[in-house]
């Protein structure tokens, strides 16, 4: 029984399958495969595998019943937290911005 469940990869825009743990299967051509591969497809946040998380981007800091928010984790990667930016922009409409852990955040979710 199939019952592997598709999504469009955030890097190439194909449509693509997902693993058991919700990534896009690996594609494109053997030797460099694409970017995309092993990662959240589009629409998602960019680093909920990654692990070693640096920090979140968010927007607003601090949650606010009245307006969007989105706030995820990110890892070291910039290139990540450049799509994580972008990805609180597709949820609130405004870019997000970093805090690293050591920025205290008081509370905020
Ligand atoms: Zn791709
Ligand atoms: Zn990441």
Redesign the pocket.
């Known amino acids: 029984m199939s019952s592997m469940r598709r999504a469009k990869?955030?890097?190439?825009?194909?449509d693509?399958a997902l693993n058991q743990d919700e990534l896009?299967h690996p594609?494109?051509p053997h030797g460099s495969r694409?970017?995309?591969?092993h990662r959240p497809p589009a629409g998602e946040p960019p680093c909920a595998f990654c692990g070693r998380m640096v920090g979140r981007v968010a927007w607003p800091e601090v949650y606010d019943p009245d307006r969007p928010h989105a706030s995820t984790y990110v890892c070291y990667d910039p290139e990540h937290q450049r799509e994580a930016r972008l990805w609180v922009k597709t949820v609130t409409g405004h870019e997000g911005v970093f805090y690293g852990r050591e920025t205290a955040v008081g509370g905020a979710r």
Do not use: N
């Open positions: 990869c955030r890097v190439c825009d194909k693509s896009v594609h494109g694409c970017r995309g591969s």
